[in-house]
């Protein structure tokens, strides 16, 4: 005699991959995609070496998670198609860059990258209060929009700082020119965000200090108030 299946097993069997396939879903108010695309590239800058595919990379992923975002925050159409545009040209010149003169330009990279998340960054911002007022209560889904932007703005200021050296006349860095990579960057702004603070680096300039500073002082309010507020209103989420 054939066994029977339970369905609750079956169930449970099942829920789980389709909530994380839900959950990292590409569509409006999903923001699983871009949150891994941006973590992505967090990760790669960490550990990569600063050579010209690596920041060509680097760019690329940038650039996904910008489009994944402006889709997930519903950014009209018009606007989409503009920065997709713009996202399309970035990485062909990055990749001409790269395939003929076997060089990205350091301040190409922390200028497009700047740039795109300066656009995105407000979008997905609109798009996360819309959700909410329109849900009336946040979800995972708004949850993980507020981490893309915290991330984001973590990217942002190191993209500021490596500008900041590429158009400076000294290093960024106390400690030096050798520590002028997109990586330290990275690194040193994620420490700054979390005021993890090792103190291995430090600003060389006024205007880096300031930036520092800031960045600092907008993470905690960052996470005290907008983290703070989706958190205690999150709801369960019907998709």
């Given at each position: 005699?054939?066994?029977?299946?339970?369905?609750?097993?079956?169930?449970?069997?099942?829920?789980?991959?389709?909530?994380?396939?839900?959950?990292?879903?590409?569509?409006?108010?999903?923001?699983?995609?871009?949150?891994?695309?941006?973590?992505?590239?967090?990760?790669?800058?960490?550990?990569?070496?600063?050579?010209?595919?690596?920041?060509?990379?680097?760019?690329?992923?940038?650039?996904?998670?910008?489009?994944?975002?402006?889709?997930?925050?519903?950014?009209?159409?018009?606007?989409?198609?503009?920065?997709?545009?713009?996202?399309?040209?970035?990485?062909?010149?990055?990749?001409?860059?790269?395939?003929?003169?076997?060089?990205?330009?350091?301040?190409?990279?922390?200028?497009?990258?700047?740039?795109?998340?300066?656009?995105?960054?407000?979008?997905?911002?609109?798009?996360?209060?819309?959700?909410?007022?329109?849900h009336r209560g946040a979800n995972l889904h708004t949850m993980l929009g507020v981490l893309?932007?915290?991330?984001?703005?973590?990217?942002?200021?190191?993209?500021?700082?490596?500008?900041?050296?590429?158009?400076?006349?000294?290093?960024?860095?106390?400690?030096?020119?050798?520590?002028?990579?997109?990586?330290?960057?990275?690194?040193?702004?994620?420490?700054?965000?979390?005021t993890f603070g090792i103190g291995d680096l430090a600003p060389a300039s006024d205007i880096?200090?300031?930036?520092?500073?800031?960045?600092?002082?907008?993470?905690?309010?960052?996470?005290?108030?907008?983290?703070?507020?989706?958190?205690?209103?999150?709801?369960?989420?019907?998709s």
């Open positions: 005699m054939a066994e029977q299946s339970d369905p609750d097993s079956d169930h449970q069997e099942t829920t789980g991959p389709l909530r994380a396939g839900r959950l990292i879903g590409v569509g409006q108010e999903r923001y699983g995609l871009a949150l891994v695309l941006i973590l992505a590239s967090i990760i790669f800058v960490m550990i990569a070496d600063d050579a010209a595919w690596s920041r060509v990379v680097t760019i690329t992923l940038q650039a996904l998670a910008v489009v994944a975002s402006l889709r997930a925050a519903s950014a009209p159409a018009a606007f989409r198609h503009v920065v997709t545009a713009l996202v399309g040209a970035v990485l062909c010149f990055s990749f001409v860059q790269a395939a003929f003169a076997d060089e990205v330009s350091l301040r190409f990279v922390e200028a497009a990258t700047l740039t795109l998340i300066l656009v995105a960054t407000p979008t997905i911002a609109i798009g996360l209060i819309r959700q909410v007022k329109s893309c932007i915290y991330l984001l703005i973590s990217i942002a200021f190191a993209a500021g700082y490596g500008v900041i050296d590429a158009f400076g006349d000294a290093p960024f860095f106390t400690e030096g020119e050798q520590w002028s990579a997109v990586r330290n960057y990275q690194y040193f702004s994620l420490t700054t965000i979390t880096g200090r300031a930036l520092t500073a800031a960045e600092a002082l907008l993470g905690q309010i960052y996470l005290v108030t907008v983290v703070a507020l989706i958190v205690s209103n999150l709801r369960p989420s019907r």
